[in-house]
């Protein structure tokens, strides 16, 4: 079996969901000088569990995308697609400050008095964003090289079954639910200006992805002829 191949240690995948709750409660919490916030521990709650049973069974099936995504440094780019991979430079730290925005935001919110969206609205955020996290990880659980930096490993085949038959871009799909739902879930009306600035930069940030899959995977010019969309079926 491939050293890739080998799942990780299931004490590793135990604390993965619980070190993500505690970080992202971490900020939340003392921001929000409130530890009766129901909404963010509904949130947390939902995230956890979600994200355990999710790399549990990834772990399970197929490791190797875990491996992959926790990987820092890309090894698979060619003079060809270095230039659109590069992107990353720029286009990740958006993606990264303004979800932090998107989840200080409410924090803040809940702390100075904010105006606060009513509970039922912040359950259906809570189920949008769990939606999109199950997305995500069933994405990853279908393609063993769905990393989370553009690149494109020497071994990498192309998946064309399961979400990516209706989509080529199934998991940013998943994340833009997720991330929209998020500051939804926590009930807050401001948390969706870099909410929307974070999928905005998604969406742009498949431009740079399929160009250098374009230029760096055989067949992939079929397949988007094959399949259509991006996100969305029959819309994007």
């Given at each position: ?53 999710g790399y549990f069974l990834i772990n399970k099936?197929n490791p190797r995308v875990l491996r992959n ?54 359950l259906i955020g809570l189920l949008v964003s ?107």
């Amino acid at each position: 079996m491939d050293e890739l191949d080998k799942p990780l240690s299931p004490f590793v995948i135990a604390i993965i969901p619980f070190y993500a709750a505690f970080f992202i409660g971490l900020f939340l919490f003392p921001v929000a000088q409130d530890w009766r916030w129901l909404q963010a521990w509904l949130f947390l709650a939902a995230f956890s569990i979600i994200l355990g049973v999710g790399y549990f069974l990834i772990n399970k099936e197929n490791p190797r995308v875990l491996r992959n995504r926790m990987k820092l440094k890309k090894q698979g780019l060619t003079h060809t697609t270095k230039k659109s991979a590069g992107s990353d430079r720029f286009i990740m730290p958006i993606i990264s400050i303004t979800f932090f925005a998107a989840l200080l935001l409410p924090a803040f919110g809940r702390r100075l008095g904010w105006p606060e969206l009513p509970f039922w609205l912040t359950l259906i955020g809570l189920l949008v964003s769990s939606a999109g996290t199950i997305i995500m990880l069933l994405a990853m659980y279908q393609n063993a090289h769905a990393s989370k930096l553009l690149d494109i490993n020497q071994e990498q085949k192309l998946i064309d079954s399961g979400l990516y038959g209706k989509v080529r871009h199934p998991l940013y799909a998943g994340a833009i639910w997720m991330v929209l739902g998020t500051p939804i879930a926590l009930g807050s009306y401001c948390g969706l200006i870099p909410a929307s600035i974070a999928c905005i930069t998604l969406v742009w940030r498949i431009n740079f992805e399929e160009d250098m899959l374009l230029k760096g995977m055989d067949g992939y010019a079929a397949y988007r002829g094959r399949v259509k969309y991006k996100l969305f079926p029959g819309i994007y």
